[in-house]
Structures are given as structure tokens and as C-alpha cells.
């Protein structure tokens, strides 16, 4: 088979590596890929939202399957631009990937049928969102509605804080076209948790849940990031939580999107907050999370491809989805000053021995050389039977690989650990 990822980063880079794995896969292109997964595919310089150019390569290349990763391309349609060419594909149509295309939709969904998430309001009025704020209770959260890198959401701890996150994102268009529209909801308490699951719009398989590190700095201080690093499984979620998540978010999620006409066949992200009202919903995602696929993917036993074919087809009630009993840990190697501004260009080294264990983000090749071109470099994943050992053997992995300028939490999993001795 030949199989196109669409997509150039660490989660990207996870999902090939796990493909590669069916014995009857003979070809992967990365569309566009980077410097580091080309070493397990090939890579073709066509742009994740250059959906005509993605179309006109499958065709063209005669690919089996296609995998859309990216929230943009999903929202954008490259989905239902594939099928329609007769390419069949993993990941929501358009009309489904809106469930995080649309925070203020995905919100209404839930409030319409009784999903529990925190309180809010909508608002496409700068003056008007002010003026709620100034009764409304603090920290509060303020979400602009549309895509936004992951960035769009601020956690105000002050009104005026709160009255600043509006401003920048109704009045400045910190966001672009994303802040048009914004959510103010309630500010909600507990651990969070992570929920990857599979769904071909009827069935619902949860892969193995995590936890996301997004501060850059130790103790959860500093700016938000996309992710510094991940652990599996998520020691706050027991099977008691799972159970009540799966009755009460999960499967009444996708039969809510059933019933509004727009069935969710893919992968589904679950972002929760565990507190003391029970588990509530804090976002949806259409796609698999990054970086808790680096962590997730590689506890998987069954296999990815034949998984992905049933959410496809409408049969992954017949699949076995089954993951190891064991622990990961995902260390992300960063380019020094990220979330803001950083230096590229710097050569990475890394081990041959090392290199299974690796997930290429931000990584350009220049010169045959594999070279720093982002953010978020690198993640370095370890598994083990226990979480400590997991995270022990991350950092021995993270303290083999060299570049200038890295920068890495080193607290990752710590949080984890103190909620398992509790």
C-alpha cells in the first residue's frame, strides 16, 4: 500500500513511524514532512492547506490511504477533497471537523445536549463582552472562537487581565479572523486529562490517556506552549472516571454530532477537567493531540492502519484497539526562547541508537545535515513497565542527543508521580 500523511511535525512524525509497522505498507509520503521524518518517509514539499496540490499528488502517485493529521487542513475540507477523488482518508469531513474549528459550535453542542462542560457566554461584541466582565467571577477564561495554533485560549487571573484578552483579540486581531467571535466561560478547577479516542461515528475505542505539560518552564511556570512534554496513562483517570466519561462525554458526544447531521469519523480529542463536580469537557480536538500522540501511539499493541481503515469504514466495532500496560514519558527538546522569539539553524546530533526513540517537530535538512527550524525540536520518548522508569530513561535519551540553544523541562512527569504516591 502507499499511504500519504498530510502534516509536517512531531505528531506527524509518530503516526508514520506506527504505520510503518503494517508489513503491507510499502511507501509513505509526508506532505510537506521535515528533515527528521525523512528519514522514515518520503517527503514532498506541498503545503498541509494546498489542498488542490494534495489531491492532484494522490492521484497522480495512485495512494491507498490518506492520513490528514493538522486541525487546518481537516477544517478546511481536505477530507471531503479526497474522497471525492476517490482517495480514501483518515480524519472528520469539513462539516465534522467544526467541532474545533468553531469553539462557540462546540460549546452549543454540548449545552443542547447536556454534556458537561463550564459555564460560558458568546459574544461578537467587543463592548458588550467587556461589559459582562465586569461582574463576571475571576480567573476567568477567554477562548477565541476559530483556529488559532493552540494560543487562543487565556486564562485571565485578574478583570483586568480578562478585559485585555477581549481587547487584543475583538479590537488588535492577535488571533486574526479567530477572535471575531469569543467565549468567556467559567474557570474550572481538578486535574486535567487527555482523551485520544477512535470513532467511525457510531463505536468509540479511547486510546490510553495522558498528560500534557504546558508551561515552558519548571513547575509549570512561565508562557504557554503547545506541549513541553507528556506522560501515559494519565494516573487521575481511573476506571471509574473512564467509565463515567464514556456514559455521560464521549458517546453522547458522538451521537450528539450524528444528529446534527455531521457524524465524526477519525480521530477525536478529548481535553478534560477532572473536578469536583465530575468530569467536564474543556475542548474538543478533530485530530490526534501533539504532543500526547508521542506518548500515546507508541503504548499501542494493535495496528494503527487497520484501526484508521475501520473508522474509515464504519467498522471499528469489529477491531481490536488494545495498548500495552506500561508507562511512556516524551520529553520536547525546544529551541532556547520558545513560546517567543528563537534562533534556527543549529545542527542536531543524534545518535543512531537513539533515533527509534525520537519524533522530529522542528527540524529542516541543510546541507545533508539535520538542522534546528522551529520551536519545538525534537520529542524524546521512552517507555518502561513503570512511570519512573519511563521518565528516567527519557532524560538518558534526552541527555544523548545534542544542538545548540536546547531547552527542555525537566520536571516532566513529576506531577504524574505525586499523584500516583497519593
Not at 496540490?53 to 481536505?78: M, N, R, S, T
Not at 479516542?197 to 508562557?223: C, I
Not at 490526534?288 to 501511539?297: I, K, S
Not at 513503570?386 to 531547552?407: G, M, Q, R, W
Request: net charge negative; with cysteine; aromatic share 8%.
Amino acid at each position: 500500500m502507499k499511504i500519504m500523511v498530510i502534516g509536517g511535525g512531531g505528531r506527524e512524525h509518530a503516526i508514520i513511524k506506527k504505520l510503518k509497522e503494517n508489513k503491507t505498507v510499502e511507501e509513505i509520503f509526508a506532505l510537506p514532512g521535515n528533515g527528521g521524518i525523512a528519514y522514515d518517509a518520503t517527503c514532498v514539499p506541498i503545503g498541509a492547506k494546498d489542498l488542490d496540490a494534495q489531491v492532484a499528488f494522490a492521484k497522480e502517485h495512485a495512494i491507498d490511504y490518506a492520513v490528514v493529521a493538522p486541525d487546518d487542513p481537516l477544517v478546511l475540507g481536505a477530507v471531503d477533497a479526497l474522497t471525492a477523488a476517490g482517495i480514501p482518508c483518515f480524519g472528520p469531513d469539513k462539516k465534522a471537523a467544526i467541532i474545533e474549528g468553531s469553539k462557540i459550535f462546540s460549546k452549543d453542542l454540548m449545552k443542547k445536549y447536556g454534556i458537561p462542560t463550564a459555564a460560558y457566554e458568546t459574544f461578537t461584541d467587543m463592548e458588550k463582552a467587556l461589559a459582562y466582565l465586569e461582574t463576571a467571577s475571576i480567573p476567568v477564561v477567554v477562548k477565541a472562537d476559530g483556529l488559532a495554533l493552540g494560543k487562543g485560549v487565556i486564562i485571565a487571573e485578574t478583570r483586568e487581565d480578562a478585559k485585555r484578552a477581549v481587547i487584543s483579540m475583538m479590537q488588535e486581531h492577535a488571533f486574526g479572523d479567530s477572535g471575531k467571535q469569543i467565549v468567556i466561560e467559567e474557570f474550572l478547577t481538578g486535574p486535567e486529562v487527555s482523551v485520544l479516542s477512535f470513532t467511525d461515528g457510531e463505536t468509540v475505542k479511547p486510546m490510553v490517556s495522558s498528560m500534557d505539560h504546558k508551561r515552558a518552564l519548571d513547575n509549570d511556570k512561565g508562557l504557554n506552549t503547545g506541549g513541553m512534554g507528556t506522560v501515559a496513562p494519565n494516573p487521575y483517570y481511573t476506571d471509574e472516571i473512564a467509565q463515567e466519561c464514556m456514559d455521560k462525554i464521549f458517546l453522547p458526544t458522538i451521537r450528539a454530532m450524528k444528529e446534527e447531521g455531521r457524524p465524526f469519523k477519525g480521530c477525536l480529542y478529548f481535553g478534560l477537567m477532572l473536578t469536583p463536580n465530575g468530569p467536564k469537557v474543556i475542548e474538543y480536538n478533530c485530530r490526534f493531540g501533539d504532543p500526547e500522540t508521542q506518548v500515546v501511539l507508541p503504548l499501542l499493541k494493535s495496528d494503527l492502519l487497520t484501526i484508521m481503515q475501520a473508522t474509515t469504514d464504519g467498522t471499528l466495532q469489529d477491531v481490536s484497539v488494545e495498548f500495552e500496560n506500561g508507562n511512556a514519558c516524551c520529553v520536547i527538546m525546544a529551541s532556547d526562547g520558545y513560546p517567543s522569539s528563537y534562533e534556527k539553524g543549529y545542527e542536531i546530533t543524534i545518535p543512531d541508537a537513539v533515533r527509534d526513540h525520537v519524533y522530529v517537530a522542528g527540524a529542516a535538512e541543510k546541507d545533508g545535515k539535520l538542522v534546528t527550524n522551529g520551536g519545538r525540536v525534537l520529542g524524546v520518548t521512552a517507555c518502561a513497565d513503570t512511570l519512573e522508569k519511563a521518565i528516567e530513561k527519557s532524560y538518558e535519551l534526552v541527555n544523548e542527543i545534542h544542538f545548540d540553544n536546547a531547552f527542555f523541562r525537566h520536571d516532566i512527569g513529576k506531577r504524574a508521580m505525586e499523584a500516583g504516591r497519593s
